[in-house]
């Protein structure tokens, strides 16, 4: 691995990276609140209250979505979000056999971090997966259900606002897992705690 | 029988039925040939000729939403006097006392189910019977003309909710009948829901009785609509498992449905989406089981890191 410092995260991605964590964790609570709503339980928002968070911090995150976007579109950071197909699928093998045995065996990690690769293809492919195919679902699933009136009333005999909801939950629930493996991978570091600081001050 | 004369026996049996049913329809021609009508028409005998006016809107009937109602095979006569024959109507028939629902359906055992004792006396229980007594009926919200059991005929949920609800908003988005009633200020129904988020949702979804009155276990239509501030506001009361809404508005469809497949949810499920009401049992089962796997797998990963870390 290379010994000097790489810049790798500019100021606005960093921006847009704790705003959208922050933002993200509100929505997970208070997603969690009203899909479980039940007044006795204290651990869990009120209805009242997460329904007002839920919608002011999913279009906080809409909008900053955009920023991740055309940031993406208009910089040199959107090329880390790129693959080619050939040979992804040995890509993504050999990156997961290094976190699952190489790793421990003190092997050096098969791609390492450049400025042109920031990320190892596994990572590569799940941010592309979340911020490209996850993302824009959840947000239009949840733009939908604030706008109740676009929604199509009636998919295969059934409610579409139902259809809706449930893609909005799952692809919620998808994405609080990359939320917790994310974390968690991201502790893979030359410390523990390296990469967090890496994301504040943008040098790995 | 050779098949040309069964044809023809088939015909006239045909012919016959369409004829009566056309008696049938027309039986209330009499009435309807004016009251079905914006204008009417009508003999001056003194001048010795027809005249035509005018029906004002309030005494107007709609003809197909009488068939399909509840009454609709009675005569008009049957509720008012014969005496209605005559035209222009003789002015003490303002005066007739008209029938009360119970005094054709109390104590018969036909229309047991429907609790009519019962419902009554919810109803002497209700604000809007103690606040007019004596202008506030059955009739008030059950037209006449147009009643039908809704609740239990009605295929889909929303057409339910908006045929209750325009019972209410007869009054309560339409002054003329609510002065009828009252010398309060007119309520205005809009703002006084403020606090109600994606409020033409839930008028769409949900009934004002829903929030409005008692809960009743016997009845499957509860009467007691209560003073404001007893109207339920939280918004968990049917955002929850224990939804309120399984016990009124989906109540008679999830009964149906559980004699056909048991499965309680199962008109939630098809028909609408309450936040927080709607659990399907196998996701939730299925969510705790990927996530309690992708925990174990961090805690092994860690694990091994701490241990070949040296
Ligand atoms: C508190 C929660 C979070 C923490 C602590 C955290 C931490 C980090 C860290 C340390 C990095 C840099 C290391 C790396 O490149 O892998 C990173 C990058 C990234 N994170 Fe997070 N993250 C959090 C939440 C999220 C959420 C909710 C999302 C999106 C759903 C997300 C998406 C990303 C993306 C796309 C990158 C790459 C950014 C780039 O350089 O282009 N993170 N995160």
Known sequence: MANEKLYLYPLWIRIWHWLNAALFIILLLTGISMQYSNPENPFLISFELSVQLHNICGIALSINYLLFIFGNLFTSNGKQYKMKTKGLFKRLYDQSVFYLFGMFKKQDPPFPISLENKFNPLQRFIYSTAMYIGFPIIIASGMAMLFPEIIIPQLFGVSGLLVTALLHAIIGFVLSLFLFIHIYVCTIGNSIISNFRSMITGWH | ?310
């Not at chain 2, 049913?21 to 009251?35: D, P, R, T």
């Not at chain 2, 509720?79 to 006392?97: A, D, I, Q, V, W």
């Not at chain 2, 506001?233 to 149906?256: D, F, G, I, P, V």
């Open chain 2, 1 to 310: 029988m050779k098949p040309s004369k069964l044809l023809l026996g088939c015909m006239c049996l045909l012919l016959s039925f369409s004829l009566y049913a056309q008696k049938e329809v027309n039986k209330n021609h009499s009435c309807l040939k004016c009251h079905a009508h914006r204008t009417y028409k009508y003999m001056n005998e003194d001048f010795g000729m027809e005249i035509k006016e005018s029906m004002c809107s309030n005494r107007m009937i709609d003809t197909l939403a009488y068939q399909q109602s509840n009454h609709g095979m009675f005569k008009c006569t049957d509720c008012h006097s014969p005496e209605y024959e005559t035209f222009p109507h003789s002015g003490n028939l303002r005066m007739e006392l008209m029938y009360a629902c119970n005094d054709c359906h109390a104590g018969d055992p036909e229309y047991a189910k429907f609790h009519f004792e019962a419902i009554e006396e919810a109803f002497y229980e209700s604000m809007h019977y103690n606040r007019s007594p004596d202008a506030f009926t059955c009739w008030s919200c059950h037209n006449p003309h147009t009643y039908k059991t809704q609740a239990r005929i009605g295929e889909k949920i929303s057409e339910t909710v908006s045929y209750d609800n325009n019972i209410c908003l007869s009054c309560h988005a339409d002054v003329s009948k609510y002065e009828l009633l009252t010398e309060r200020e007119n309520i205005n129904i809009l703002k006084s829901h403020e606090w109600l988020p994606n409020q033409e949702l839930h008028f769409k979804n949900v009934r004002c009785i829903e929030c409005h009155t008692q809960l009743s276990d016997s009845l499957l239509v509860s009467h007691v609509v209560m003073p404001k501030d007893s109207a339920i506001r939280e918004c968990t009361s049917c955002h929850s498992a224990n939804s309120h809404l399984m016990a009124s508005l989906y109540r008679y469809k999830s009964l149906e449905s559980r004699k056909g497949s048991g499965f309680l949810n199962a008109v939630i499920i098809n028909d609408s989406y309450v936040i927080g009401a709607n659990r399907n049992k196998y996701l939730n089962i299925l969510s705790v089981v990927i996530f309690g796997l992708v925990l174990i797998g961090i805690f092994t990963h860690t694990i091994f890191r701490i241990f070949k870390s040296k």
